[in-house]
């Protein structure tokens, strides 16, 4: 019987202890993002933090700066955040509007304000293994992972992983988080040679591509009894739906995230619990 990889129930079970941790801090901490443009999908991921954030009892503020702001406008912005006692997580939304870079821009946030854990020197933590699990800025989305992958006790040690994702906020990061449980990993991505054989051998197959119906993972790509991380995002005739034919693949599996429901929800539960840890640190000052 296939179960299901339940990323809501995890997070509200999280969110719960959450806002226990929260009502022992002496001020409630907060959470600064800074959104540049009119991004449809930017705005709505942001109203989306806010709401989880007042959810739990964090205090949020929006720093919204026009298509065309300047980099020295933001950066400016940042380095107010980093010195405001009161704020505990600066976060800029990515993707950005050209011809701003992210990587510029993520380089002046404090490290120990980086909630997102994108700054190089989380980054450096992470790779050379000199981070705390529980305690230590890890990205959202590949700790929300390893989470919820805990919580339905599925092994990860001596598994053969494969992620289609390359990217520094889901695939690179995870890769690291399956090596160091002991996996075995495969990064695969849009130039990789026998992709479907690759996908087909993986014991935890971990898809984030977002390009349907260009890319789907039906039946035929998976190992029967495998796990599936379904991360993608699309929407297809006004519904969300993720990289994995959901109903098809669930007969040949042994557990599977939903989308909706599944590490969506894992990832923003991350955020919070990284801001609630910052202000730990601090003491709630």
């Not at 598994?159 to 690291?176: C, E, F, M, Q, T």
């Not at 087909?200 to 190992?223: Q, S, W």
């Not at 993720?242 to 929800?265: A, C, L, M, N």
């Amino acid at each position: 019987m296939t179960l299901l990889l339940d990323g809501k129930r995890l997070a509200e079970e999280i969110k719960e202890k959450l806002r226990e941790r929260i009502s022992k801090l002496a001020r409630p901490p907060k959470l600064a993002v800074m959104l540049v443009g009119e991004d449809p999908a930017s705005k709505t991921y942001v109203a989306g933090k806010e709401r989880d954030c007042r959810e739990v009892g964090i205090d949020f503020q929006l720093f919204h700066f026009a298509e065309g702001a300047r980099e020295e406008e933001i950066i400016q912005t940042i380095q107010m955040l980093n010195d405001d006692s009161s704020v505990h997580g600066v976060i800029v939304q990515l993707p950005l509007p050209p011809p701003l870079s992210a990587d510029k821009l993520l380089l002046h946030i404090d490290p120990d304000k980086d909630v997102d854990g994108l700054h190089p020197l989380n980054v450096g933590k992470l790779w050379l293994g000199q981070y705390d699990f529980e305690r230590d800025l890890l990205p959202c989305t590949p700790k929300g992972i390893i989470k919820l992958l805990d919580y339905y006790s599925v092994p990860i040690a001596g598994r053969y992983v494969v992620i289609v994702n390359r990217s520094n906020l889901v695939g690179k990061p995870l890769a690291k988080l399956m090596l160091d449980r002991d996996a075995t990993v495969t990064i695969c991505h849009s130039k990789t040679p026998s992709l479907l054989e690759k996908m087909r051998e993986a014991d935890i197959l971990v898809t984030a591509v977002g390009r349907r119906p260009k890319f789907v993972v039906g039946p035929e790509a998976v190992k029967e009894g495998a796990t599936v991380v379904d991360v993608g995002m699309n929407f297809v005739e006004g519904r969300l739906v993720g990289d994995v034919d959901f109903e098809r693949v669930k007969e040949k599996v042994s557990y599977i995230t939903p989308v909706p429901g599944g590490v969506g929800p894992m990832t923003r539960a991350m955020l919070l619990q990284n801001v609630v840890t910052v202000a730990e640190r601090e003491g709630g000052a």
